[in-house]
C-alpha cells in the first residue's frame, strides 16, 4: 500500500510514485508534521520532528514528552488549533457550551484502507478502481467539547497528488458552533519560496501572479459567494530557483466553489504554515449532538520538476479523477454560440439560418445563449421564468431544435438557474424566494436578485422548470450561467444561530441541483459559466466538464488567461471560441487565423455570425474545424507545456505566447506560437519540452526532420519562421505539427 503506519515509531508515511507525506503521534497524543517533499524509501523519519524550544514571551504548553517540554507554538503540528498554545493561524476553532473556543484533539484511533471515499454532498476526486489509491483516516477527539475530528488522506498510486479533508462530528450532549474548518495545512521548514496564485476581475481572469514568502501573514480569498474571478481557489508554493521544468513546486487547490480562504504565515522561526479551505470570516456551523459537518477537498501536488510537472498532474487527476459522465473522455462537439452574433435580438428563423451556415461549415453543435424565456428581450426582465418565449420561437422549442436537427447540428441551451428579476412572474409569484436580510434593503446586480438555494422549494421549481424544457425536445447541451455576487446573504428559514451558514448551505444548494440535472439527463453536456470564468474551479469541473473561461473573446487577452487557467485545468476544461474582429469587448481587431490557433488550445467553437462571414473566412473555419479533428486527440490527451509566459513576455522585445502539446508516447508534438507585439531586428529560438531525444521528429508541412534533442536543446529558429522572410507582424501566429519517424 501507499500509506503505511509504524507502530513502533508511531509514523503515518504517504507515498506517491515522487513524493512522501510524513507525521507522527507524539507521546501525548498531538500529531506533529514530519515532511513533506521528494520521495524517500526510509521508515524511520522521526528524526525530522522539528525541536525548537520557545521563547521567553511564547506560551508554554506544558505537556510532558520524551524530550521534556513541548510548546506548540513551534512545533510543526499536522492540524493545528485555536487558543490552546500555538499562536499562529489555526485550522479548527470550536466554540463550545462554555462560550470559549479554546480547542484541543489528540489522537484517539486510525484506519488504513484501499480505495477512496466520497464526501457527502460535496464533489471531491475519486478512483475508478480500488487499486488506484489508499485512505487514511486518523480520528482526533477534544475532550472538553466531545468533538471528534477525523482527518481524511488520499494518496493516489499513479500520481503525485495526496487529497485531504476533516470530518467533525457533534458526540457530546449539547451543540456547539465550528467558527473555522480547513481542509488542509501544512508546515514547511523554511520560507524560501514564491508564492503563485491567478489573479484577476471580469473578463480577466486567472492572470498568474508571483511574490515572495514574507514573515506575517499573506493569503488569498473570496467572499463573494463563489470562487470568483478575483482570486481562484489554488495557490502554489515554489522553491527559490525553480523554473517552468524544474525545482520544487507545491501545490494546492480547493475543490470548492464557493468562499474560501488561504491563509500562510511564515512565523518567527522562519516556519512557513499554508491552510486552505472555506473562508471562517463568512462562515460558522452550529452542530447539534449526533450531527456531523464534513469540509471540502483540497488537492495537493508535490513536484519536482517545476510548475509545468504540478500542472500536468492537475491535469490528468481533473481529467479522470474528478470530472464525470459521458462526456468525461469523449470528444467535445464544435459549438456555435448566438449571444455575440446576435445577442438577445433573434428570433428562430435567424438561428436556423445561423444552424445552416454551421452546418456546411462543419460546425457540430448551435448553442441558443439568453433571451429565450419568459418575455426576455433585453437583459433586464424574466430570469426565472423558463418557459419559452413563442414571440420569438415560433412553434415552440421543439419545433426550434427539430428544424436545427434536420440540418444536422446538435442543440443546447442557456440558463441562469440562480438568478431573479424583479421583473419576473416567479418574483412576483414568491418574492420571499431571493436571499436577504430582513429589514434591510436588498441590494441587486445586472437587474437580479439571487434565489436562495438553502431551499428545497426553490431549488425543486427551478428544476421542474428546467426539466419541462428540457424533456420537450432533443437538447443535449446546458450552459449554467450565474451574473452576480451574493449579498444580504440571509435564509428566512433558518434560525439565526444558522445564518452564517447560508453561505455554505447555498452552494450545498447548487451542488444538490446539478447533481440532480445530471442524473436525470445522463447524456447532456453541462458547460458552467459565472459572468465567463468567475466560477472556474475544481467543484464545478465535478458537474460540468468544461466552463466557459472568460467573457473576453479577444484571442490577445485569451492568451493570459488560458495561460494561467492551464496553470491548474486541463484544457478539455477551457471553453474557447473564435469571435468576431474587431472584438466585441477590447475591439481589437486580429487575424481569423490566429484566433482560431488561440481557440484550439480548449474545448472548441465559435462566437459569432456565420451568415455574414467572408469567402475567406468560412474558408479559414473549414481549415480550422479539420485541424481540430486532425490535432484532437494530442491537444486534449496529450501533455501540456507552456513555453513561453504572455504576461512576462510583455517587458522583453518581442511580446508573444508558446504552448505545446506532446502525446503520450511522444510521437506527436504540437506547437503554437503567436507574437503579441513585434520589433525590428530581433532573432528568437524557441526550446520545445518534453520530447524524446533519441527520435527524429519530422515538421509536416515543410519535411525537415529534426532529433528531440535539437528540439529541446538549441530549438526552433523563428528568426527564419515568419510569414515573410523571417518577420514577424502583431497578431501572427504559426502552428508546427511534428511526426516522430
Not at 310 to 318: E, N
Not at 458 to 483: H, P, T
Request: glycine residues 8%; aromatic residues 10%.
Amino acid at each position: 500500500m501507499s500509506i503505511i503506519y509504524n507502530e513502533q515509531l508511531k509514523v503515518f508515511k504517504l507515498d506517491t510514485p515522487n513524493s512522501t507525506y510524513a507525521f507522527k503521534i507524539s507521546p501525548m497524543g498531538f500529531l506533529l508534521h514530519l515532511y513533506y517533499g521528494a520521495y524517500v524509501p526510509d521508515a524511520d523519519l522521526d528524526y525530522l520532528r522539528q525541536y525548537i524550544r520557545a521563547s521567553t514571551t511564547s506560551a508554554l504548553t506544558a505537556h510532558e514528552d520524551v524530550e521534556g517540554y513541548m510548546s506548540l507554538d513551534t512545533a510543526r503540528l499536522e492540524y493545528p488549533c485555536e487558543g490552546a498554545g500555538d499562536m499562529r493561524i489555526s485550522a479548527l476553532s470550536i466554540r463550545g457550551k462554555s462560550g470559549c473556543n479554546a480547542t484541543d484533539i489528540r489522537y484517539k484511533s486510525h484506519k488504513i484502507y484501499k480505495g477512496k471515499p466520497g464526501i457527502k454532498g460535496l464533489p471531491a476526486t475519486y478512483v475508478n478502481t480500488d487499486d488506484e489509491a489508499d485512505t487514511l483516516e486518523v480520528v482526533c477527539t477534544d475532550c472538553l467539547t466531545g468533538a471528534e475530528v477525523t482527518l481524511v488522506y488520499t494518496a493516489f498510486n499513479n500520481l503525485d497528488a495526496i487529497t485531504r479533508s476533516v470530518r467533525v462530528k457533534n458526540t457530546s450532549d449539547s451543540a456547539f458552533e465550528i467558527e473555522r474548518i480547513h481542509s488542509t495545512t501544512v508546515d514547511l521548514p523554511d520560507m524560501d519560496f514564491e508564492m503563485l496564485h491567478l489573479q484577476g476581475r471580469w473578463a480577466k481572469e486567472r492572470t498568474l501572479v508571483k511574490r515572495h514568502l514574507e514573515f506575517g501573514l499573506q493569503g488569498i480569498h473570496s467572499k463573494r459567494g463563489t470562487s470568483s474571478h478575483h482570486n481562484n481557489p489554488f495557490v502554489a508554493l515554489a522553491r527559490d530557483g525553480y523554473t517552468e521544468e524544474s525545482g520544487e513546486v507545491y501545490g494546492f487547490s480547493l475543490v470548492y466553489s464557493s468562499n474560501f480562504a488561504v491563509e500562510i504565515e511564515v512565523d518567527f522561526f522562519r516556519t512557513s504554515r499554508v491552510l486552505m479551505g472555506i473562508n471562517p470570516e463568512t462562515f460558522g456551523w452550529h452542530l447539534e449532538p449526533g450531527e456531523e459537518f464534513s469540509s471540502p477537498e483540497v488537492v495537493m501536488v508535490y513536484s519536482n520538476g517545476g510548475v509545468g510537472a504540478m500542472s500536468r498532474t492537475y491535469h490528468k487527476l481533473y481529467r479522470y479523477n474528478l470530472c464525470r459522465g459521458d462526456w468525461k473522455c469523449a470528444k467535445r462537439p464544435i459549438i456555435i454560440n448566438n449571444w455575440e452574433a446576435t445577442y438577445c435580438d433573434f428570433n428562430d428563423d435567424k438561428l436556423v439560418a445561423i444552424a445552416e451556415e454551421a452546418a456546411k461549415l462543419g460546425i457540430e453543435m448551435l448553442v441558443m445563449d439568453d433571451g429565450w424565456f419568459g418575455t426576455r428581450n433585453t437583459d433586464d426582465c424574466a430570469l426565472g421564468d423558463w418557459y419559452v418565449n413563442e414571440n420569438k420561437l415560433r412553434g415552440g422549442i421543439k419545433s426550434l431544435v427539430d428544424r436545427v436537427n434536420a440540418v444536422g447540428l446538435k442543440f443546447g441551451i442557456w440558463f441562469e438557474p440562480e438568478m431573479i428579476c424583479p421583473d419576473s412572474q416567479l418574483y412576483r409569484d414568491h418574492p420571499d424566494w431571493c436571499l436577504k436580510v430582513e429589514g434591510r434593503e436588498m441590494s441587486i446586480g445586472r437587474s437580479q436578485y439571487v434565489l436562495d438555494m438553502t431551499r428545497q422549494d426553490v431549488r425543486d421549481n427551478i428544476f421542474e422548470q428546467m426539466c419541462k424544457v428540457l424533456g420537450s425536445a432533443n437538447i443535449e447541451y446546458v450552459k449554467w450561467d450565474f451574473n452576480r455576487n451574493l449579498t444580504e446573504v440571509g435564509s428566512a428559514l433558518l434560525p439565526p444561530e444558522r445564518q452564517k451558514e447560508v453561505f455554505h448551505r447555498y452552494v450545498l444548494g447548487v451542488y444538490e441541483l446539478m447533481e440532480r440535472l445530471i442524473n436525470k439527463f445522463p447524456h447532456l453536456l453541462l458547460e458552467n459559466c459565472a459572468g465567463g470564468g468567475g466560477r472556474f474551479d475544481p467543484g464545478m469541473l465535478y458537474y460540468s466538464p468544461q466552463i466557459w473561461t472568460s467573457d473576453d473573446t479577444d484571442a490577445m487577452e485569451r492568451l493570459e488567461i488560458q495561460y494561467g487557467t492551464s496553470i491548474v485545468y486541463p484544457p478539455s476544461a477551457m471553453s474557447a471560441h473564435v469571435s468576431a474582429s474587431p472584438n466585441h469587448q477590447t475591439g481589437r481587431e486580429t487575424p481569423f487565423k490566429t484566433r482560431g490557433d488561440v481557440a484550439m488550445s480548449g474545448s472548441f467553437g465559435y462566437e459569432l455570425d456565420l451568415t455574414k462571414l467572408t469567402d475567406e473566412e468560412r474558408a479559414l473555419v473549414r481549415e480550422q474545424v479539420a485541424a481540430y479533428h486532425k490535432y484532437y486527440d494530442v491537444i486534449q490527451n496529450g501533455d501540456y507545456y507552456r513555453l513561453i509566459n504572455p504576461t512576462e513576455s510583455k517587458g522583453t522585445m518581442i511580446s508573444a505566447s508558446a504552448w505545446e502539446s506532446v502525446s503520450q508516447d511522444k510521437n506527436e508534438v504540437l506547437l503554437t506560437y503567436v507574437v503579441i507585439r513585434t520589433a525590428v531586428a530581433v532573432s528568437r529560438y524557441i526550446r520545445l519540452c518534453g520530447l524524446d531525444p533519441e527520435k527524429i521528429y519530422v515538421d509536416t508541412e515543410t519535411g525537415r526532420e529534426y532529433s528531440g534533442a535539437l528540439l529541446m536543446n538549441a530549438g526552433l529558429n523563428l528568426g527564419i519562421a515568419g510569414a515573410n522572410g523571417g518577420k514577424w507582424s502583431d497578431g501572427e501566429s504559426r502552428v508546427w505539427h511534428f511526426i516522430a519517424k
